[in-house]
């Protein structure tokens, strides 16, 4: 009998994976900047994610 911690970790990747497909999840981008008129100097932070819906 396969082990049951590994069929669940296979599960919760597949209902992740369906949730993505079928839309349940936001982009998440925060952040901003700074930059010259000659774009020579700048300065950026930005935070990138996903929040998925359960």
């Known amino acids: 009998m396969p082990d049951k911690v590994k069929l669940a970790q296979l599960f919760e990747v597949e209902e992740l994976e369906e949730r993505v497909e079928f839309g349940k999840w936001t ?3 925060k ?3 700074t930059c ?3 774009f020579s100097d ?12 359960f």
């Open 42 to 53: 700048c300065k950026v932070k930005a935070e990138v994610g996903v929040k998925i819906k």
């Open 27 to 29: 982009p998440i981008v």
């Open 31 to 33: 952040g901003g900047g």
């Open 36 to 38: 010259t008129g000659d």
